[in-house]
């Protein structure tokens, strides 16, 4: 092995061990249910091997971990990090430098005596766009969400489409992209059609002709990156799905009649009796994936353009690690077997046919010339950029308000041709010296809350006690002025009940309190017991009054000298409940200083900043842990430059090490300001915002270690 292969062999190991390390970092569960995405797929392989041997072997799947992980597209994968280093090398003389974000591997490409075909495709709508439009804010108006699909359109190729669409095999002269105008072209129809509209405003025609200017940009967007990680020798070729002639020249309904063969008896009876293409269109993007002759046809196809791929022994389809698997459903029945709620979902023509591909191509996944590279996709907060729909907060909740919808689409973190300069503004905050922390920031502004939160409480736990205080006082009185069964009136100024009664309705306030003496307290053993209790309770509903004259309120009620050690046993339970008020108002009080105290510590360690050096209206965005920082998660996409693959080993180092935080944090500002530079220029290129040709010496090694 020559020294630059071996070089570039361990540069592999410690790039693929770092980014692994990121996502896993202070996670207690780094297992395919961690907390992270991205980490899931990085502790899949294993799980989805043994998975495969079960299932083979004739054994039923049940560990819910083995379902989770297994890849119906790879069903016997390795980490690329398992192969021994001779094995490794070669895969990297194989398929050149882009090769470091590679993750995963089918077994029948580990051994390197053959020419791949490197090929992969891009969906025209990401799988966050198609679950932003199947929300209820767009669903339910089809006018938006027509605007929204042309906005969407409009934007493409966002830079997760770039990222996406295949490994730059750099070493092998060509490479492939597969056009999917069609039958992507049918269901942008669909999304887009709107009531009241006419053919000529919107028809498939439309539709097709949007779907193909997408495909022309996304096709020129993959050849100037792979122009890049090859050094001009890679020409990319593009084959659209629709000259493949799968349905025309009979593949599909052959490759139908195939896996309906190795169906297994117990799916037998919700199998199609009759092929019909039309009902599963997806089984032309399956035939790219695992089709038997898909490698020939290609080369067919091809040589109508006067290029000769016979040199090529292997179709490698490379995507997404999160895309070489179907969803948790058919990975459930075809692992576990069929469970109730499974048949009529089973009953669907597409879905029976899906599950039974993957049947075929478990057993036929080694015979046929198909093999597969699973790579880690562009992330963010520890998300993959084109599964989540809110990059902000990491999720894929509904946005309730079309100010939150157009928020989403118009954010400077989800990259695409349009918004090139905003994504740069942001990215330029994280080297930027004026700054306060998105952290320090949200811990201010958390804190606030909390204060306000508590106020509230504390207030509202005062007028609790005042307003037992106010029944109580008034209670006494009475006792006071027992008579003999006549009515006894007392008087209270107005002033001293309406800050506790903080209403319009202080009288009618007042009555309610009076009348709920019973509710509260009636039931309570003590008064319960009172004899006179029941006699009481009801002559108050029935005869109380509470007039106002001017700034005097007027009480009255009759009145008995037996109802005396009542209303002083009515007293003592109010006089308890203003006690404990007031206990609980002075803890909350010592909690509120506590809070404003480390308020006032967080603000002065802001102030504390000189004046030049600060600007606070900037928040800087996070920079640990490095799973969430935008920087970070451009270098795992362009690892391809040794620059960047030192800055991702290098920075791992200063996560993981035992500095202070601000030392790490200033670390790594200096390391982001070296790279920084270097990915804006080639996200430039890439986007086609900049000139093609790099700057001279442009990929000369320059990093130099923060850490060592």
């Not at 997408?214 to 096709?219: G, Q, R």
């Not at 880690?376 to 729909?389: A, E």
């Not at 053993?525 to 009054?545: D, G, I, Q």
């Not at 360690?605 to 030049?612: E, G, K, R, T």
Request: hydrophobic share 40%; glycine share 4%.
């Amino acid at each position: 092995m020559n020294d630059n292969l071996k070089t570039l062999t361990h540069q592999y190991v410690a790039v693929n061990n770092a980014i692994r390390a990121v996502f896993t970092f202070d996670q207690k569960d780094p297992s395919v249910f961690g907390a992270s995405r991205v980490a899931s797929l990085f502790n899949a392989a294993q799980y989805a091997r043994a998975a495969y041997d079960l299932r083979s072997s004739g054994e039923v799947v049940s560990d819910p971990r083995l379902i989770e992980s297994y890849f119906s597209d790879v069903p016997k994968p390795f980490f690329l990090v398992e192969l021994d280093e001779i094995k490794l090398s070669q895969l990297i003389k194989l398929y050149g430098p882009d090769l470091m974000r590679a993750n995963i591997i089918s077994a029948n490409l580990i051994e390197t005596d053959y020419q791949p075909l490197v090929a992969g495709g891009a969906c025209i709508l990401e799988t966050w766009a198609t679950r932003l439009l199947d929300k209820p804010i767009l669903k339910n108006n089809p006018g938006l969400r027509k605007e929204v699909l042309h906005l969407l359109l409009q934007n493409a190729p966002y830079y997760s489409h770039v990222t996406g669409t295949m490994i730059a095999g750099s070493n092998a002269e060509y490479s492939l992209m597969y056009d999917e105008t069609f039958p992507w072209f049918l269901t942008v129809y669909d999304l887009g059609k709107k009531p009241g509209l006419s053919q000529k405003e919107w028809n498939v025609g439309i539709a097709e002709e949007m779907c193909k200017e997408f495909y022309d940009e996304i096709y020129a967007a993959i050849q100037r990156r792979s122009t890049m990680v090859s050094n001009n020798r890679l020409k990319i070729l593009r084959l659209p799905f629709s000259d493949l002639q799968l349905e025309k020249e009979g593949h599909l309904k052959s490759w139908f009649l195939d896996y309906s063969v190795t169906l297994p008896f117990e799916f037998k009876e919700f199998f199609p009796k009759h092929y019909h293409g039309d009902s599963f269109l997806g089984a032309h993007v399956r035939y790219t994936y695992v089709g038997p002759q898909i490698l020939s046809i290609v080369k067919k196809r091809i040589s109508t353009i006067g290029v000769d791929l016979n040199k090529f022994d292997l179709h490698v389809r490379t995507k997404q690690d999160d895309h070489l698997t179907e969803g948790k459903r058919i990975n459930r029945i075809l692992l576990k077997g069929i469970q109730g709620e499974d048949k009529g979902f089973l009953k669907k023509y597409s879905n029976i046919c899906d599950l039974a591909i993957y049947v075929w191509h478990m057993r036929n996944w080694h015979k046929n010339k198909n093999g597969f590279i699973g790579f880690t996709d562009f992330s963010f907060k520890g998300n993959i950029v084109h599964d989540t729909i809110n990059l902000a907060k990491g999720n894929n909740s509904d946005p309730k308000y079309e100010e939150d919808l157009w928020d989403l689409l118009n954010s400077p973190l989800r990259l695409h041709k349009d918004n090139v300069d905003q994504h740069f503004g942001y990215l330029d905050k994280y080297i930027e010296p004026v700054y306060v922390y998105e952290e320090v920031a949200s811990q201010i502004i958390g804190l606030e809350k909390r204060i306000q939160k508590l106020r509230m409480k504390i207030e509202s736990i005062s007028l609790l006690a005042q307003e037992r205080e106010i029944i109580r006082d008034i209670l006494e009185e009475f006792v006071s002025e027992v008579g003999n069964g006549s009515r006894k009136t007392i008087t209270v100024h107005f002033s001293i009940i309406e800050e506790a009664f903080k209403t319009t309705k202080v009288v009618e306030e007042l009555e309610e309190h009076l009348y709920k003496l019973e509710k509260r307290y009636g039931k309570r053993s003590v008064v319960a017991k009172v004899s006179c209790s029941f006699e009481f309770f009801k002559r108050l509903n029935n005869e109380l009054t509470v007039e106002v004259d001017g700034e005097i309120i007027r009480i009255s009620l009759p009145m008995e000298e037996k109802y005396s050690d009542l209303l002083k046993i009515l007293a003592y339970e109010l006089n308890n409940e203003v006690i404990e008020y007031e206990r609980q108002a002075r803890t909350e009080k010592d909690a509120l200083a506590q809070l404003q105290n480390e308020d006032e510590q967080i603000i002065k360690q802001v102030h504390d900043i000189s004046f030049h050096n600060i600007d606070l209206s900037i928040s800087k965005p996070t920079l640990f842990p490095l799973r969430d920082n935008m920087v970070f998660g451009h270098a795992v996409q362009l690892s391809f430059d040794s620059n960047i693959s030192n800055f991702i080993i290098d920075v791992q180092k200063i996560e993981d090490s035992n500095l202070p935080l601000e030392t790490k944090r200033r670390y790594l500002i200096q390391a982001m300001q070296q790279v920084l530079p270097i990915i804006k220029t080639y996200i430039g290129v890439i986007m086609g915002i900049t000139c093609q040709a790099l700057p001279p010496h442009f990929n000369k090694k320059t990093y130099q270690p923060v850490i060592r």
